[in-house]
């Protein structure tokens, strides 16, 4: 048993596994969700249920969040008491995927308010999350992160990468260089099956060399089989580009040339019958380019 | 020793280790090289050495060309009486990374005089040539195919991925990822830096992830260290994007939006200071950009 107390608020597809894995490793959660009856699934294993967010966090010296975006998780810190409710010198960790620009200001407010905060978004998916294999991209102080070490520990690998805001900017590069490999999987697929060859045999010609990938493996599999059930929406992957770039404007006005044909590709796909296809689906826009079609051929 | 006589066409960089392969497999070589004294290093091995093209083929049951680009090979097969040489039935090997066009063209003109042709590029470098690990891209008819496993065994793993040109076409495809995915690099690290996040440490992050591939492990690697000596240039990059859209553009116009942008993106690199450095290089042009400078930082 840990003597590290700990608030969980949101404990959905992916806090809910990431709850478990805590509660597996002897912590002591308190947990909370906007619908209550996906908090109280973790009763069994010790949990405690709070009914209000603020309630959640009074006692805690680690408060997790894992929301929708970064609007979800403003609100809980700041318009539903959570913030003022905290100890002194509680350590706040938002695991939810957010802008780096909100990511700093949450930092910033609750250095105001005595409490400390480290932004740590993951990439893993469901079962990452269930079996504690996530990649956890962590923001903020070096002594926060030590401090929370232990507690990362059980939901997977975590690494600190930068100040305030950059666990953040670490998932958008993910989800950027994610995107981007798609959309070259897809015009390479789609190039050699417009020109005769058989994409399955170039993809298992090539795979072994310069050009493997984890997306060549996986998605360009969903792209052959033409298996477009979304794991993650061609929405989803709009959002990511969309934040990436708005990043980048902030930085100076970073240019991205390649992250912003990207976006507009996704965007296309979207408009063209397909956000709510898997983010593999570009494949289907490049297609539809080409067949001057209205509708993306989604089976 | 095997009864199938090879005379092998090019022995510089690549061709050289392949021949030596083919030699130290059994098989009885004649060797012909523009500068001869690159055939001659092959003579302990028990290579023959020709003083012409033609001379080399002309009792050849299989002929392998490793040869600069699709003029060089047509300039031999056509202009130096290679063809007119040839043995009727013999099988001509075209290992050399040429226009899927020209491959098509000269498998027509081969099969004219009675000759078999099979398009069979590599990848996987003088490593991969010493070592008989290359991938080998096939291209032709499924019966000289088979006939030609025994030959390419010593060499690596071949695959036969669709009619003649194919093997080029998926040659393409492989420079269209690897081109692609380096740009996805570039961007996602450079937005990191932009950010004020470790760009070492994010790439650490996320390696593990769906953002992995051997272009983030390898030419991320140069990225961060800045160790942009060439092993392959950017000049050879942008040839093989514009391979590949010449190619799209045969089939129909196909459009390629992203290999086009890259194209753009690699020439602009070139015409900046860039031409000499690795294809990783577009991480500087990318950062050139930003800077609006007129040369890229190489060291």
Redesign the interface.
């Known amino acids: 048993m840990h003597d590290i107390k700990i608030a969980f608020l949101g404990t959905g597809l992916m806090g809910g596994p990431q709850a478990r894995r805590l509660l597996g490793a002897g912590f002591s959660v308190t947990a909370w969700n906007r619908t209550r009856a996906k908090a109280e699934t973790l009763m069994p294993q010790g949990a405690t249920v709070a009914d209000t967010a603020a309630a959640a966090v009074k006692d805690a010296d680690v408060v997790i969040t894992m929301l929708e975006n970064g609007v979800a998780v403003g609100d809980v810190l700041f318009d539903q008491g959570v913030a003022a409710a905290l100890k002194k010198g509680a350590l706040m960790i938002d695991m939810s995927s957010i802008k780096?620009r909100e990511a700093r200001e949450h930092a910033a407010k609750l250095e105001a308010l005595g409490c400390r905060h480290l932004d740590a978004p993951v990439?893993?998916g469901t079962g990452g999350a269930e079996q504690g294999t996530l990649?956890?991209?962590a923001?903020g102080n070096e002594a926060d992160f030590a401090a929370a070490e232990a507690v990362f520990k059980p939901m997977g690998?975590a690494?600190?990468?930068?100040?305030h805001?950059?666990g953040q900017?670490?998932k958008?590069?993910?989800q950027?260089?994610?995107g981007?490999?798609i959309?070259?999987?897809s015009?390479?697929?789609?190039?050699?099956a417009?020109?005769?060859?058989?994409p399955a045999?170039?993809r298992?010609?090539?795979r072994?060399?310069?050009?493997?990938?984890?997306?060549?493996e996986?998605h360009g599999e969903r792209m052959l089989t033409r298996d477009f059930a979304a794991r993650a929406t061609a929405t989803v992957q709009l959002k990511d580009m969309n934040n990436?770039l708005d990043?980048?404007s902030g930085?100076?006005d970073?240019?991205?040339?390649?992250?912003t044909?990207?976006r507009d590709?996704y965007a296309s796909l979207c408009e063209h019958g397909g956000a709510g296809v898997d983010h593999s689906g570009l494949f289907l826009e490049?297609e539809r380019?080409?067949k001057s079609t209205d509708k993306v051929a989604f089976p």
């Open positions: 780096p990439s893993g990649a956890i991209m923001g690998r690494l600190r990468v930068g100040p805001g950059a900017l670490a958008l590069a993910n950027m260089i994610v981007i490999t959309g070259a999987v015009e390479a697929l789609q190039l050699a417009a020109g005769g060859a058989d045999l170039v298992e010609a090539i072994g060399g310069f050009a493997g990938s984890k997306i060549l996986v990436a990043a980048a930085f100076n970073y240019q991205l040339p390649i992250t044909l990207l590709l490049i380019m080409n």
